[in-house]
């Protein structure tokens, strides 16, 4: 489904069957010049029929069409290989790029796993959970050669003039991009109106949390009119968003405190004691992929709770324990 946004400026409906999110948002600018791409979908072939379909509809010559990917995560990605020419640039971030290009890569992977493994997913379904993640089926099957951008790039297509917004938070290197004149924020999966992003931790030295929040009071200073997200409705009452996200991870990062108590606990022990905003009765219910993102955002938050001094880790036979150290934030 197209639907014209501005002029020059469509949104696509590209369907994810069978995934909570229900489909991306890919954005696709017009001009005489370069066309522009932001985001794509999944590397399957639902996407694949549904964006091929949008490009002829508005009869886009993919030789003068570049590609800006807003972060490393399959939904937004993982399809662009299969669009490019040998004219085509491919814009991201350093380190989503980075990953992109890891692709299927045994070791990136099987830290990740051993991440898990160590916070109490279960053995026995963490090979499930990778060969069912959407990062792994759906991803690009190439490596790409990207353009980097970074804070303050430029990047001009037609009379639309982008800022970069590095985001970092809901990816390490998630990026967003600010059209100053037109007041437009194409903000990826950093800012969703009807959704909360996921902020999930699977690497030892990261603190997402704290990362999207410092992102989220980056993106306040700014003056917007249109929000165009990575997923579900574009809005315009981008403030009144932002508090309501800082306002959800506070009472999240209390929920996790009053979890932990005076009790040690792993990371899957933890989120499985979370409130999901699901259909199912009990976590052991979950399906095995909601398992791992619910894992992984619980982890997020007790990294900040130890970065904020409120939560110790200790290591039992290898298994990580948390234990609060206050019950109030």
Not at 87 to 111: A, F, H, M, P, Q
Not at 127 to 141: D, Q, T, V
Not at 261 to 276: D, E, H, I, K, P
Not at 296 to 305: M, P, R, S, T, V
């Amino acid at each position: 489904m197209i639907t014209k946004v501005i002029d020059n400026l469509y949104k696509i409906d590209v369907p994810l069957p069978k995934n909570p999110l229900k489909s991306t948002n890919s954005y696709i600018l017009v001009s005489q010049d370069r066309n522009l791409v932001i985001d794509t979908g999944m590397n399957r072939k639902e996407c694949f029929t549904a964006l091929k379909a949008a490009f002829e509809e508005l009869a886009l010559d993919l030789s003068m069409t570049d590609f800006f990917i807003t972060h490393l995560h399959a939904d937004h990605g993982g399809l662009v290989s299969e669009f490019i020419t040998p004219t085509s640039k491919v814009y991201c971030s350093e380190k989503d790029s980075y990953i992109i290009n890891l692709g299927r890569d045994e070791g990136y992977w099987g830290r990740t796993k051993n991440f898990l493994r160590q916070n109490g997913f279960p053995e026995e379904i963490l090979a499930e959970a990778i060969n069912n993640h959407p990062g792994y089926k759906y991803c690009a099957r190439v490596p790409l050669d990207f353009v980097i951008l970074k804070e303050d790039d430029a990047l001009d297509i037609g009379d639309y003039h982008f800022k970069v917004i590095s985001t970092p938070g809901h990816t390490e290197g998630h990026l967003c991009l600010y059209e100053p004149y037109k007041k437009l924020f194409f903000s990826g999966d950093h800012l969703l109106n009807d959704i909360t992003p996921n902020i999930s931790l699977f690497a030892e030295k990261l603190n997402p949390l704290q990362q999207y929040l410092k992102s989220l009071d980056k993106i306040s200073q700014l003056d917007i009119s249109l929000v165009l997200p990575g997923h579900r409705r574009i809005f315009t009452d981008y403030q009144e968003r932002i508090k309501e996200l800082k306002l959800h991870h506070k009472i999240r990062t209390q929920e996790v405190l009053d979890i932990l108590g005076r009790q040690a606990l792993n990371g899957y022990q933890v989120s499985s004691r979370m409130t999901w905003d699901l259909t199912y009765k009990t976590f052991e219910e979950f399906p095995v992929q909601q398992k791992w993102f619910a894992t992984g955002e619980g982890l997020a938050h007790i990294k900040y709770l130890i970065d904020q001094g409120l939560v110790e880790r200790t290591e039992v036979d290898g298994m990580y324990l948390y234990k609060c150290k206050c019950v109030s934030v």
